[in-house]
């Protein structure tokens, strides 16, 4: 069983080699002429090619390339307290104490708690927009680094598994790719946590969940996705790109759930607050 735990710095350093793209090309140790030479090639590269932000378009002063410009970093809407401690729901009011949010309430989720990288606005809805919609799959390891970086501050973090939201087959082909599979993949890499693509499958297009109340997008999603395969007693990190009234992510997990899962928990690059507007469904 493999763990993760706040703090590895070895497991930190070596998924990085390997997952963000070149952002850190050294991983400490003894330095070869083999990577002598290889810092050399990048300064010129850079000096051709110098790399630029993949959201502003900024180019970097430095020569070690980054995905993201630090103004961009530093605009991503942190999840900060209070929220909801089952589904991550942000809180309008400032201070309270931990409470579980209406809908949590109303009906237990399957899912323990739900990581994410912050708040479904600004600079981060931009970014998932662009990763989802616009055919910008090369944010994908970017976006998971920002949310590996989440996870592996979580200190109660040991899943098994990694499991990404599927898509239908029919709304596959017209994105051409699953936007959570790719981020589960970068996860998987850089946390060193098995990926299993296929194992939660949906079973019928759902309509857009676009303009549906809770409720609605509640029974949309009711019967949408079937296991392949058991689950008994495997703890699983169900992964997607947003979470906005998570009717998606309730089923999935309602549905791992039932096929034996000990213990699922939820990770999602942004999280929409409550009555947040979207231009695509969820
Ligand atoms: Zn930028
Ligand atoms: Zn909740």
Redesign the pocket.
């Given at each position: 069983m493999k763990k993760v735990f706040l703090g590895f710095s070895g497991l930190r350093a070596s998924s990085e080699l390997r997952c963000t793209g070149g952002e850190h090309l050294f991983g400490g140790g003894k330095v070869s002429f083999f990577h002598i030479l290889q810092s050399e090639a990048l300064g010129l590269f850079n000096l051709f090619f110098p790399s630029s932000?993949?959201?502003?378009?900024?180019v970097h002063k430095k020569s070690t390339p980054k995905s993201?410009?630090t103004?961009?970093l530093d605009k991503i809407p942190p999840l900060l307290p209070p929220f909801c401690p089952r589904c991550a729901l942000p809180y309008p009011a400032e201070e309270g104490s931990i409470h579980l949010c209406g809908e949590c309430i109303r009906e237990e989720p399957a899912f323990v708690s739900v990581y994410a990288a912050g708040i479904y606005e600004d600079v981060l809805r931009r970014a998932v927009h662009r990763f989802k919609f616009q055919g910008r799959s090369e944010l994908d390891r970017p976006l998971a680094r920002l949310l590996a970086d989440k996870l592996l501050q979580a200190e109660d973090f040991s899943p098994e598994l990694i499991v990404p939201v599927p898509l239908h087959p029919s709304r596959l082909r017209e994105r051409t790719y699953n936007q959570a599979l790719l981020l589960a993949r970068c996860l998987g890499q850089m946390l060193e946590i098995p990926v299993v693509p296929r194992l939660l499958m949906r079973t019928r297009p759902t309509p857009s969940q676009q303009g549906l109340r809770a409720g609605e997008r509640r029974l949309n999603q009711k019967g949408a996705f079937s296991l392949r395969g058991s689950m008994t007693g495997r703890r699983i990190l169900l992964v997607d790109d947003v979470l906005t009234t998570g009717a998606t992510i309730r089923e999935c997990a309602r549905v791992l759930q039932h096929g034996g899962a000990l213990e699922i928990r939820v990770s999602v690059l942004a999280r929409a607050r409550r009555g947040a507007s979207f231009s695509e469904s969820d």
């Open positions: 932000c993949l959201l502003c378009g900024t993201f410009c103004r961009c």
